[in-house]
């Protein structure tokens, strides 16, 4: 159902089938990775990596997708305790819009839609997470959905507290 996970130092990449299955899939895979970075299952920082993941990812499936063709995941541990997540789909000219579910915003909007209604998810992120937003794909057609999420420093899985890893370009 994906293909094999390319875990490399802070960055972890993953692509996985437009299926519900995948981007399930998807989502445990990164639970697996942010916990073997020290966010232990169970842990707050892992909780919400997993939650965005699995909302980014059916997104990606449900609206963001050319079919037959994949979508890309991305975790990225920049520095100072933050997870950068980063989902990747094929459809370049259909973007989700970050309104009333970005952090600080009124959301006011999403408290009228029901459950049942379009919209939870984004509003879900937009809760968990400091900051998300949407760029174009990088040398690929398609665009990149990406959130940061507040994570307080690993003890674990490296020994310790890592104090300084790679900025990943960014
Ligand atoms: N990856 C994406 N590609 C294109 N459109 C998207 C994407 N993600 C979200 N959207 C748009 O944003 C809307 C809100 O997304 P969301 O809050 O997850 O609700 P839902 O998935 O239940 O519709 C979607 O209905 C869709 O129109
Ligand atoms: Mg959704």
């Given at each position: 159902m994906t293909t094999p996970a390319q875990p490399s130092g802070d960055t972890f990449e993953l692509r996985f089938y437009a299926t519900p299955r995948g981007a399930r899939l998807a989502r445990r895979l990164a639970s697996h990775r942010v916990h073997e970075w020290g966010?232990?299952?169970?842990t707050e920082a892992n909780d919400t990596v997993s939650l965005v993941v699995g909302e980014l990812a059916a997104n990606a499936v449900t609206h963001g997708l050319v079919p037959g063709r994949g979508a890309l995941l991305r975790l990225v541990?920049?520095?100072?305790g933050s997870i950068r997540v980063e989902v990747s789909d094929t459809r370049g000219e259909r973007w989700p819009v970050p309104d009333?579910?970005?952090?600080?915003?009124?959301r006011s909007r999403s408290r009228s839609r029901?459950?049942?209604?379009?919209g939870r998810g984004l509003v879900i992120v937009g809760a968990l997470a400091q900051a998300w937003g949407v760029v174009p794909r990088d040398g690929a057609p398609g665009k990149t959905v990406w959130a940061e999420i507040d994570a307080s420093p690993a003890i674990?899985?490296?020994?310790?507290?890592?104090p300084s890893v790679r900025a990943a370009g960014r």
């Open positions: 966010h232990r299952y169970g541990r920049p520095a100072r009333g579910s970005l952090p600080g915003l009124s029901s459950e049942a209604e379009p674990g899985a490296g020994g310790g507290v890592t």
